[in-house]
């Protein structure tokens, strides 16, 4: 997410520092708030095949850029980040294959670099490959030309790897600045997975304008890196079972409601044996349900597209 204000200059006493917040014209803080919102979602949506609820599960296979792109480079540092390519992913790919799980891994072009045979193993198991930055920058801490810069050549290495065009992107970090979603446009995005507004896809807006992109929100909720921290001197790490309950419970809302389950992952982070014991868990609580829809989030993005009036871009995209 995005971290840092950008305001314009201090209109009110000629100061050249941003102004703080409380001396913004209104002109100023509607349009840092309605630059980038949520458009025409599908409401209840129906989901193929008679489906009750849609899963859409992903990893941010990350590994070492999690740790390259803080500056933290000593070797002890960078060994956590080895951990999700030598040991998570190894132990997430038969649980996707068990329960017949086709997932989305959003990859960073330098992870893609480190490891092309994981991506090779990835794809060649069905799973869906995206775009996640270059080296897991901030978007926030880059110029325009820098992000678009960095947009192409991420793009680049995700066709070498895989022969595909990207068609979804995660913006590390979550983070977006104003000129992301033009940028995503001009490359052909079809979807983004990176903003909260709704729990439910729904089409981004720039300045009030349809995008044509599909977003399909994440959560912090849904997300496995703030409850189980790299550095437990930053917060509590907490026990995986409660972590279940919570992630069980945001599933039998979203399944209540005939709505999305959407989760985000980490091979480094739930790649631990305790961690694994309870995406077991989930998966089977899951499956126990009737009328789920196990989809990549470019198939939920085609689906939602097609129901709000998007045309999609030609399917050679990044599902199988």
């Known amino acids: 997410m995005e971290n840092r204000t950008e305001s314009a200059e201090n209109t009110v006493t000629g100061d050249p520092r941003p102004a703080p917040p409380w001396r913004w014209s209104e002109g100023e803080w509607r349009r840092l708030v309605t630059r980038v919102q949520a458009g025409r979602g599908a409401g209840a949506p129906g989901w193929p095949g008679g489906a009750k609820a849609a899963v859409a599960i992903s990893f941010?296979?990350?590994?070492?850029?999690?740790?390259?792109?803080?500056?933290?480079?000593?070797?002890?540092?960078?060994s956590q980040a080895h951990y999700g390519a030598r040991v998570g992913l190894p132990r997430i790919m038969p649980l996707l294959k068990e329960f017949d799980v086709r997932a989305s891994f959003f990859v960073p072009a330098v992870s893609m670099r480190l490891a092309p045979d994981a991506i090779e193993a990835v794809r060649g198991q069905g799973h869906e490959v995206g775009l996640h930055g270059w080296i897991h920058e901030r978007c926030g801490d880059l110029s325009e030309a820098e992000e678009y810069e960095l947009a192409g050549r991420s793009a680049e290495v995700l066709r070498h790897c895989t022969g595909l065009t990207p068609r979804g992107m995660r913006t590390p970090w979550w983070d977006f600045t104003e000129h992301t979603l033009p940028i995503a446009r001009q490359w052909g995005m079809l979807y983004d997975s990176?903003?909260?507004?709704?729990?439910?896809?729904?089409?981004?807006?720039?300045?009030?304008?349809?995008?044509?992109?599909?977003?399909?929100?994440?959560?912090?909720?849904?997300?496995?890196?703030?409850?189980?921290?790299?550095?437990?001197?930053?917060?509590?790490?907490?026990?995986?079972?409660?972590?279940?309950?919570?992630?069980?419970?945001?599933?039998?809302?979203?399944?209540?409601?005939?709505?999305?389950?959407?989760?985000?992952?980490?091979?480094?982070?739930i790649g631990h044996r305790s961690r694994m014991l309870i995406l077991r868990e989930l998966l089977r609580h899951i499956a126990d349900r009737s009328g789920v829809w196990f989809a990549t989030h470019e198939e939920v993005a085609r689906h939602i597209g097609g129901q709000i009036g998007i045309a999609a871009p030609s399917a050679d995209g990044l599902s199988a």
């Open 60 to 78: 941010d296979f990350d590994n070492e850029t999690a740790a390259l792109c803080l500056n933290r480079t000593s070797p002890a540092y960078i």
């Open 194 to 269: 990176s903003m909260m507004a709704d729990d439910e896809p729904y089409e981004l807006l720039d300045d009030g304008e349809r995008t044509g992109i599909v977003e399909i929100p994440v959560a912090w909720i849904r997300d496995d890196a703030p409850y189980f921290p790299d550095d437990p001197a930053d917060r509590q790490i907490l026990a995986p079972r409660d972590v279940l309950r919570i992630w069980e419970d945001e599933f039998d809302g979203a399944f209540a409601e005939g709505g999305i389950f959407q989760l985000t992952l980490h091979p480094h982070v």
